[in-house]
């Protein structure tokens, strides 16, 4: 095997990024190796007992559990908050650079920039792009009469008016209240008010952002922090954190060697949203909500939601209720045989935890340490929704690298889709994952897991693109609520649609979801 051969300039790069030779070297054996394609056992799915469907009583239940077991917890927010709000507007990027002024065929071309100019008014952020525009001393009539479509989009998405094209899409604006507007970063601080708001009336969010958009999330906190707590009688506190430099992955060409840039220093990239393993774990809070940024509703559409995540949260302290003491027993092995058994049957059906084969016939002392390791992990509670054509993840039941059969959230991309067999698995999937998680990370003695010791490091995967003529390729890390959680005790349980309601392009703002009761 060839070794990485680093010069003293490329080894005071990586030492300014944190990044050790030895990392490098990891990441080249997985460009040279490759990772091996997830193991699916089946789809989870409601029938097969993969996923739980909660009735109308558990939904109450937990909700009430929610209520009175959160009382003196610390509860956090987590939202992911880093993207650039560019990919929404690709549709309109393209019309920008291909539009020649003619409308000849304009309707077939272009459908979704017909829609978007011809529900201009409906979007929250139109009186801003109108009164920008009118600093040109044209209107938005004056530029659609004369066909000047692209200066209209130009003016939205530009630097130098909007520039809704570079700005972190947490900032916004998505929907309208009458005179007023509201960001993705604001219906999360609404919305986290109704389920995240500790005991002393504090709600905590912690968002992760890029660096270069530090400075606009301060600002725009500064402006809403006395609206929004006034209004909803809290206290907030809000976190930024950065992802860490330690964390990029390199960039190799077709034959894996390393990319250079123009001054010969080593293409470093991002290492996808598995990074953010990172960030969770520097986070202290005995309950954490995980959510998407994009994922917001207007007020009229929140009140499933908050149900929802008050059921989740509920299920996972009721649990741990339960479980708490079994750990503490079993870690002063003070259970007798029949006590292993009531623990060895929570576990199965209560955890949808996976025992070695035999167990029930292996020594007790053998029993209690399996038990006590499979038990004494982090915990996370996934809602999935019925799969309705949209990509990503879904959940499965899986083989790890051990012959361990498990729950885990597996992308597409981690799937030997050239295999007939589990080509059929992915296609019998029923349910998808919205990034709707309720997690806790404390252990019953009230300590914090360290997060890395739970990932699976053969859960990454390779892209390539094109730069030029050239084919680089790149590693994503173990995905967040992917690889990176994989040793987590897990449970699915199913969430209405209503729950999930991304905002991929500017379009779906125009959804009855986003812009109107």
Known sequence: ???????????????????????????????????????????????????????????????????????????????????AASRMFKDLYDFTARYTGVAHNFEKEFPSVVQFLDNLTSFAFFNDLKDKIEETSMSISDYMEHREYASIINILLKDQYLSYGSMPKALLKFHRYGDLQRTPLEEHIVEGAEYARNSDGKVRLHFTISPEHRPLFRHKVALVRRYYEEMLHIKLEIGFSEQRHSTDT???????????????????????????????NECHADVVFIKNIDNV?????????????????????????????????????????????SIAHFARNGLQIELPEGFDKMPADEQRQILYDRMNRPIRICGMVKNQGEPGGGPFFVFDSEGRRSLQIVETAQINRKDPAQESILAGATHFNPVD???????????????????????????????????????????????????WITLFVEVPLATFNPVKTVNDLLRKEHCGQ
């Open 297 to 341: 509703v207007p007020d009229w559409m929140k009140h499933t939601t908050v149900a929802y995540k008050k059921a989740l949260a509920g299920l996972l302290l009721d649990l741990q209720r339960q479980y708490f003491p079994y750990l503490q027993a079993l870690s002063h092995n003070t259970v007798d045989g029949r006590q292993l058994d």
């Open 250 to 280: 390199l960039a190799v060409n077709e034959c894996n060697e390393p990319v250079r840039d123009e001054n010969g220093r080593l293409v470093l990239r991002p290492g996808g949203h598995g990074a953010l393993l990172e960030n969770l």
């Open 1 to 83: 095997m060839n070794t990485l051969s680093l010069s003293p300039a490329d080894l005071r790069q990586l030492e300014t990024m944190g990044i050790t030779p030895e990392q490098l070297e990891m990441q080249m054996q997985h460009f040279r190796q490759g990772f091996p394609h997830c193991q699916l056992v089946s789809a989870a799915t409601v029938e097969n007992g993969g996923i739980i469907r909660m009735p109308d009583d558990d939904i109450s239940k937990y909700i009430s559990c929610y209520q009175q077991l959160s009382k003196g917890k610390r509860i956090l927010k987590f939202v992911p908050a880093s993207g």
């Open 437 to 487: 998680i309720v997690c806790s990370f404390r252990d019953y003695r009230g300590r914090y897991f360290d997060l890395h010791r739970y990932v699976d490091p053969n859960t990454g995967f390779i892209s390539k693109k094109s730069k030029g003529a050239q084919v680089v390729k790149s590693q994503e890390l173990p995905g967040l609520w992917n690889g990176s959680m994989a040793k």
